[in-house]
């Protein structure tokens, strides 16, 4: 009995004598899963990145908004270089000009302009919203005169800028006046000339003259002059 004793009190003592030496090993944390942006939205940020840096890096050679006309430009569906073309003839570059009839910044927006598209008049005095007006008014004037795909650039862009500048009523007018006496309504030379005519109580007092008189032909002819041969200028400067 006693030998039973003691071995159960010596049983006792090594196994508390081993939990106090034991070493327990802590449960492991369970491993952290980082997730991996999906590869092609990963690429389409890398080509974003790159082309932006790449146009950051473009050097200006018409004027320090080179950038920025690039940009809206091409979002937009416009010539960069027509647009520049357009700010030097309008403004020389100039961001804070306002006119008499308060057309604002180099692209001399006017506030109506603005308010058919929906744009604050405030807005204008930004230049980059000054530009982008710009071009959405090119591709409206464009669209609005539904000139056939087969029309010679120059004569499309012309008439277009003769419509920035006059107001495409009077250059509807002068087509109008072209269709009626067999010439051309899409040659900017017919156009043109029907334009210094509608200063003539003939032409502009017949039934198909909407827009009524027009004394400012010259004024239009002149600008056109200048924004096209700025332009061609432009496109040997910058691709």
């Not at 004598?17 to 369970?30: C, D």
């Not at 003769?162 to 509807?172: D, E, P, Q, R």
């Not at 502009?204 to 096209?228: A, P």
Request: proline share 4%.
């Amino acid at each position: 009995m006693l030998k039973r004793l003691l071995f159960v009190v010596l049983s006792a003592a090594i196994l508390v004598a081993f939990e106090s030496f034991a070493v327990i090993t802590p449960a492991a944390e369970p491993e952290t899963v980082v997730e991996e942006p999906a590869t092609d939205v990963v690429e389409t940020e890398q080509v974003v990145d790159e082309q932006l840096a790449e146009m950051a890096e473009l050097p200006c050679v018409i004027s320090r908004f080179d950038n920025l006309m690039r940009k809206v430009g091409e979002e937009e569906g416009q010539d960069w270089r027509l647009m520049s073309a357009i700010a030097y003839s309008e403004s020389r570059f100039i961001e804070d000009l306002v006119s008499k009839q308060g057309a604002a910044g180099i692209m001399q927006i006017r506030p109506v302009v603005a308010r058919h598209f929906n744009v604050p008049v405030e807005d204008i005095d930004d230049t980059e919203t000054n530009i982008r007006l710009a071009g959405m008014l090119l591709s409206e004037l464009d669209t609005m005169l539904r000139m056939p795909a087969s029309t010679p650039k120059e004569d499309r862009l012309s008439i277009i800028l003769a419509s920035y500048n006059a107001g495409i009523g009077h250059v509807l007018d002068a087509r109008r006046l072209a269709r009626h006496e067999g010439a051309n309504p899409n040659s900017w030379e017919a156009v043109s000339h029907y334009l210094k005519l509608k200063a003539d109580p003939a032409y502009y007092e017949l039934d198909i003259v909407q827009s009524g008189k027009f004394t400012g032909s010259g004024q239009t002819l002149g600008y056109v002059n200048e924004v096209m041969r700025k332009y061609n200028h432009y496109c040997t400067l910058a691709s």
